[in-house]
């Protein structure tokens, strides 16, 4: 069985995050599902980066240890993971002894090679991106990443020689053409770090005490990037003496998936840290977009952060899977609004999905007493619906392997709208009122539950919960990815997958809940 392991980034423990941060664990979750049911041996790991200056400014604000900071903020982080359903095999933290130990080992072989080398900082930094930053790299004088003000940091600190890896890291992008997607991402790091020249990189700091000490320096915490990326390593066995027989068998990672703001020190700072351990590097990296409150990003500076829990409250787990998956492009920030969010819940879930289940079975149960074979009395509109699900299969893997999640989808929601048309076509009440119609009406059914039973299938990576309830209504548990002409359905009382929601009503039941 082929491996397959698939990370997130971890999320950094300064607070609770909002719907845009939740994003990038329901794609992971979409992506390690469906190639679970392609047969892989899927690793998928996620979890929290809990060191830091902000972390240890915050929880002084807040009264608390760093460490009872971090505590509650990765409880709530991992709890909305739970509440989106996402099938993780590991939560990691950064405070976990393990981890913290392994890159104390991996600080130190790094400075036995030459690679790490003590000097003295003098730069402009952004405490909240935990990033240093060139004159020539600022944006209007602030920080590239956030936009927030910088400041000027002068402090003993440890470098990594990063320009000794810039030719063997422009020559693996070379020959590795698909190791950062989108290609845009690519194209950003070489024109705006790598060819400008790559500087030592700072990673040690000694105005804070929150982070994991040098071993043979303590009065230095190691960079909280070298701390934060080794985690793809650390808990899956990787040890500097000794590596287990897991990382033997996960190492390399098949796919780091990270937010577009985060791609720098994914694809340059990460890939020269693995050089210098001599470790393969991870085989791709994808900067994911942003989901954008209508035109903007979120922040609590503008008051407009959605939280992934809120939405599941209001429009329960599988509708917010399915709009965060849909509606954000390949390389394109998406945009959310609950008006937004109705819209395709109402169109998309309630009426093309929803509608054609309930219709089904209720027909089902109707002429046949839920009882429905294949009659084999075709006719030739049978073989579009047919051929269209027999053709869903590929279709949907191939915008997969390029991770086009909502294309997928909407290879199965097409087949989604032909079966409502097939049911248009057919006239499946029309057939019922004469006798001597019935073995082709039981076709026409037939073949209306065998597409909902493979788009059933191929839904489960992205709406598993909606899966499993088509598969209960249908009661049968089938799960073939093609057409196949010998089921035997016997179809229990329909229920509604999703209602359609009264868009007023619903915004004036958000907007009061705020009040309160």
Not at 106 to 112: C, D, R, T, V
Not at 310 to 336: C, M, Q, S, W
Request: charged content about 30%; overall charge negative; glycine content about 4%.
């Amino acid at each position: 069985m082929d491996k397959y392991y698939i990370s997130t980034a971890i999320a950094y423990t300064s607070g609770k995050p909002h719907i845009g941060n939740t994003y990038e664990i329901v794609l992971a979750d979409a992506i390690a599902r469906y190639k679970r049911q392609k047969g892989f041996d899927v690793y998928f790991q996620t979890g929290t980066d809990e060191h830091g200056e902000k972390i240890e400014i915050k929880a002084k604000e807040k009264g608390l240890t760093p460490q009872e900071f971090v505590d509650e903020i990765a409880t709530e982080i991992k709890s909305i993971w739970d509440i989106m359903n996402t099938s993780y095999d590991r939560f990691v933290r950064t405070t976990d002894p393990n981890h913290e130990k392994e890159v104390q080992k991996i600080f130190n072989k790094m400075y036995e090679k030459g690679d790490i080398y003590l000097g003295k900082y003098e730069g402009l930094y952004c405490t909240p991106c935990e990033s240093f930053f060139t004159e020539s790299q600022l944006v209007d004088g602030k920080c590239p990443d956030c936009g927030r003000e910088v400041t000027k940091a002068s402090e003993e600190a440890y470098f990594f020689k990063l320009s000794k890896y810039q030719d063997k890291l422009v020559e693996y992008y070379n020959s590795h053409p698909d190791f950062i997607k989108p290609d845009s991402r690519k194209n950003e790091m070489i024109n705006n770090f790598i060819k400008p020249g790559l500087q030592d990189l700072c990673i040690s700091r000694t105005s804070f005490s929150w982070g994991i000490p040098v071993e043979f320096n303590p009065k230095h915490v190691v960079y909280v990037w070298l701390d934060a990326l080794t985690n793809y390593i650390t808990n899956i066995g990787y040890d500097v003496d000794n590596p287990t027989d897991e990382f033997k068998k996960y190492w390399p990672a098949d796919l780091h998936l990270v937010g577009k703001d985060i791609i720098r020190f994914h694809t340059i700072y990460w890939p020269c840290f693995l050089m210098s351990l001599d470790l393969p590097l991870p085989k791709q990296i994808f900067g994911h977009p942003w989901l954008l409150c209508g035109n903007d990003k979120m922040s609590k500076s503008k008051g407009n952060i959605i939280y992934a829990d809120d939405l599941v409250k209001y429009f329960g787990v599988d509708a917010v899977r399915y709009y965060v998956l849909h509606e954000i492009p390949y390389a394109n920030d998406g945009t959310l609004t609950y008006e937004l969010l109705i819209d395709r819940i109402n169109s998309d879930l309630a009426n093309i999905l929803g509608n054609l289940v309930n219709r089904t079975i209720s027909m089902a149960n109707k002429y046949f007493d839920g009882k429905v074979k294949n009659t084999k009395c075709v006719d030739s509109v049978d073989e579009g619906l047919i051929q269209s699900i027999n053709n869903l299969s590929d279709n949907v893997d191939k915008k997969m392997a390029n991770l086009e999640i909502g294309a997928a989808l909407d290879e199965i929601f097409d087949v989604l709208r032909k079966s409502n048309k097939y049911i248009d076509d057919t006239t499946p009440w029309s057939l019922a009122k004469d006798d001597s119609n019935k073995s082709r009406l039981e076709t026409v059914i037939y073949n209306l539950l065998e597409s909902i039973r493979c788009c059933a299938v191929f839904l489960k990576p992205y709406l598993p919960d909606t899966s499993d309830e088509i598969f209960r209504q249908l009661n049968i548990d089938d799960k073939a990815e093609n057409y196949n002409e010998q089921n035997n359905y016997s179809t229990i009382a329909p229920s509604p997958l999703f209602q359609r929601i009264d868009k007023d009503v619903k915004l004036k039941e958000i907007e009061d809940a705020k009040d309160m």
